[in-house]
């Protein structure tokens, strides 16, 4: 359920990353250098509030109005000129209510949003957990430890299925029933092509 909008920095990006996730970012726009620095600020001064920015999902030429709320890990190194390696991590999703393409008198954007819950807890139904079960077959025979590999529920199989960001941004803007048919063709396109690589593996060039 949505709760009170708040105004946050925006930073559109081909990233979507689910709670705990972490990537790199290279920081080299002039706006985000300074969206930077003070997230930094924030961050060495323990004010962990401040070190907030929204991260809308950018993809095919288009920005969502859905997004990650990440949080500066660390800095990974300073280049010449002001440029940085950075480290994010995400810390929940929004939906933004009202876009500002500059914050004046900030260079970055900025905007109204409300927290969005992706909710992945829900359990796998059985017929995901029978094709998940195929799958560590597979990946058992590949000296594998499936006994690490957790499969309760969705947000289970996301942490190793290794999904692009445009199919993790799905699960959080799909209704139930679609994330549930959604999982279901990821889970199958999985097992085919770990069943295709088998029987390469095998001496069987599939036509």
């Known amino acids: 359920m949505a709760g009170t909008a708040f105004r946050i920095p925006l930073f559109p990006l081909g990233v979507f990353l689910l709670p705990g996730e972490r990537t790199g970012l290279h920081i080299f726009e002039p706006r985000y250098r300074q969206l930077i ?122 942490t190793w299925l290794g999904l692009p960001p445009a199919h993790k941004h799905r699960l959080l803007t799909s209704s139930n029933k679609e994330r549930s048919d959604f999982m279901q063709s990821v889970l199958r396109w999985t097992l085919s092509i770990l069943q295709q690589e088998s029987r390469i593996d095998k001496g069987f060039f599939p036509n």
Not at 62 to 89: F, M, N, Q, W, Y
Not at 128 to 154: F, N, Y
Request: hydrophobic share 35%; glycine share 6%; with cysteine.
């Open 37 to 158: 620095s003070e997230l930094e600020d924030a961050l060495s001064e323990g004010r962990e509030q401040d070190n907030r920015f929204g991260i809308p999902f950018h993809h095919e030429d288009v920005t969502a109005s859905t997004g990650c709320i990440a949080r500066l890990v660390e800095i990974k190194k300073v280049h010449p000129g002001g440029r940085k390696d950075i480290v994010v991590e995400c810390v929940g999703h929004f939906e933004t209510r009202r876009f500002e393409s500059v914050s004046a008198p900030k260079l970055y954007p900025a905007g109204q949003v409300v927290r969005r819950d992706i909710g992945l807890d829900a359990e796998l139904e059985t017929r995901h957990i029978a094709l998940v079960m195929r799958i560590k077959e597979i990946l058992s025979e590949r000296d594998i430890d499936v006994a690490e590999l957790p499969s309760t529920t969705i947000s289970d199989i996301t």
